[in-house]
């Protein structure tokens, strides 16, 4: 039995009870009403006020509530229709699929870009005005999508060459690996999640340590800084189990089979969800600059004299 099959069983198998499944759904429902609606304030801030649509560090920050804002939408959207329409034209749930991974792998990687930018700031401030400027930063949120694209967009390929065309019409639970069955997938996913995994970690030690370093060194709101970069860590630290869910979904569901829905649901809320909620913490409430702005609109819109 193939690991598309294995999944449909066990969700088939051990289905959440009624009372579980609606307390489920309006968690997700709540989060990502939530987490959007504060983002479509952080973004109509950003587009009112020149002052952050010409600063490389918020043009990289809104690309990253946009992105999360897709990708939020997307998971609620697909969450939802696991427990009501409940299976999904494959054609059309690849789409979704393809889409929701994008976003997904986006994230890491901006704030992969983000440390680097605010390294870069911290550490050779004299020379952030010439290294970021908002051409390059436009031309890097270019690169990021192409690298998540490169990175997902091979599955589509493997599973048209290797799925007859009745498979794309049929209907399924819309999930990755009942979309994208091929063993291959998952050895590519693996081997990428890894790749992706060594680098990203890579920049964000390597950019932090320094950062942390050169704070302590120039005393100047030191603290400030030091809890900023704590939130980043924490916020990568949720964001990078991106790419280590599978491997622990899989382990869950050897040794848990009978919960594996509750884990789908907690990895669901620790992966997607809470690194979303925290962008908002670190630029739209601890920084001044953009405090300044959203106050006038996130409970209320305040017209501008």
């Known amino acids: 039995m193939n690991t598309s099959s ?3 069983t066990l969700v088939t198998r051990y289905s959440d009870s009624f009372s579980k ?3 489920k759904n309006v968690i997700v429902i709540v989060l990502g009403i939530t ?3 504060i983002n479509v ?3 109509h801030t950003f587009c009112k006020h020149q002052i952050f649509n010409t600063n490389p560090r918020y043009i990289l920050f809104i690309h990253m ?3 999360d804002m897709i990708q939020v939408s997307l998971t609620v959207i697909l969450f939802i ?21 994008f976003t997904t792998e986006n994230t890491p990687l901006n704030l992969a870009c983000m440390a680097v930018e605010c390294y870069v700031a911290i550490c050779f401030p004299f020379r952030h005005v010439q290294i970021c400027t908002v051409k390059r930063t436009v031309t ?9 694209i490169l990175s997902v967009l091979p599955d589509l390929f493997i599973t048209l060459a290797t799925q007859p065309l009745d498979f794309f019409r049929s209907q399924v639970f819309c999930i990755r690996q009942t979309v994208f069955p091929n063993p291959l997938i998952i050895q590519k996913r693996d081997i990428t999640y890894v790749v992706f995994l060594v680098l990203v970690w890579f920049t964000i030690f390597y950019t932090y340590f320094r950062i942390l370093f050169t704070a302590k060194t120039a005393g100047k709101d030191a603290k400030k800084a030091r809890n900023t970069i704590l939130l980043h860590g924490f916020q990568v630290l949720l964001c990078m189990t991106t790419y280590a869910s599978p491997l622990l979904l899989d382990i869950l569901q050897r040794s848990f089979p009978k919960n594996y829905n509750d884990a789908l649901f907690a990895s669901y809320i620790t992966v997607q969800v809470l690194p979303r909620s925290i962008s908002p913490i670190i630029y739209g409430v601890r ?3 953009f405090r300044k702005y959203l106050k006038r609109y996130l409970l209320y819109n305040v017209r501008e004299s």
């Open 6 to 8: 294995v999944n449909a």
């Open 81 to 101: 229709i696991s427990y009501t329409i409940y299976k999904l034209n494959v054609s059309v749930c690849c789409i979704m699929i393809l889409i929701a991974l």
């Open 41 to 43: 304030k952080l973004i």
């Open 21 to 23: 499944a609606v307390t």
């Open 35 to 37: 987490i959007n609606y």
């Open 65 to 67: 509530v946009v992105n």
């Open 140 to 148: 890097l949120i270019g690169l990021i999508w192409a690298t998540s």
């Open 287 to 289: 920084d001044n600059t």
